[in-house]
């Protein structure tokens, strides 16, 4: 049996044409996320069911996580609830119930349109991932767990008045890698499941810089956000002093060097990987990723709070440019942006 049969035929007889995934994969996954939608679109089909229903699993336990006009306690016990549904394939059942009881426990949450959606959706993607093959749907099951973790980490450790600061740099570095990080191990297990040529480099070499890519990601969104979680009384940035502008400025400077050093390993694992199409579609979030940076790097804070974000022409440049750089005949080079990205880290 092919590893990455979205669905076997058992799991579509039983599902029926009103269950099919197709719309999951496209018109829910395009409302909850514009950007990795366009990422997974332009992956080789056989990987890109896998890497989307975990992206979906994922991001309905963040809608869980930060429901927050439902009561914290309820929230975690249903970020609990869910880890044990998705923990092994004999909790099905139980995951359908859960998925059918969701809605009524976040109604009224005032969740964005596509984030109702799949709440909505929930026992499809149970469904999905029911019918995947189980050396498949392990790895979806591994991923979610980690980040589950992280969020219900996210939500303990944030409790409390005021604002509230993480103390060390493993702290963010660990969390980084729950949430984001082991996306790119997953990746590279999905990756190296579905194809014996996805890359030049070896499983582990792999893992590593996808960890690394992930975690890079993750500072990204964090260092983009800091207004914006100041406000809900988090502050991902490590350090004793009060968490305001000015004490801050140093620890952003910091941590956009450390960004990227970890998009540097996103270059590297997009230069291995075999095919011009898993190339480009994995490399660009590491272009935009440094474009981000870049304009971080300018910004005010007034400029943080009125949220930095990438232009659609820088997105379309990005798109061009990791075009040029994953085909052979056009002069582009993932080995030139990791050489960049390392110059400018602070030694």
Known sequence: MVFCDWLNGESIGRLGPAMRTDQLGTDILREV?????????LIPSEFRGPLSLGYLLARLSDTIADAGSVELERRKGLLAEFRVVMSAPAKHGDACRFAKALPAELEGAGLPRGEWDLVLRAEDCFEWLHGMDRK????????VDIITTGQTWDLERFEGDGVVRLETDAELVRYAYQVAGCVGEFWTEIGFTCGEGFAREDRETMRTWGANYGRGLQLVNILRDIPEDLERGRCYLPGEGPAEAASLVPEVARWQARARGYLADGFRYADALRGARTRMSTGLPALLGVRTLDQLEGASWADLVARVKVSRGAVKRALAGSY?????????SWKRDYLGARSNVNP
């Open 33 to 41: 996320s514009r950007s990795f939608y366009l990422t997974l679109r």
């Open 136 to 143: 498949v749907s392990r790895h979806i099951r591994k991923v």
């Open 324 to 332: 040029a750089r994953s085909v052979w005949w056009l002069p582009g």
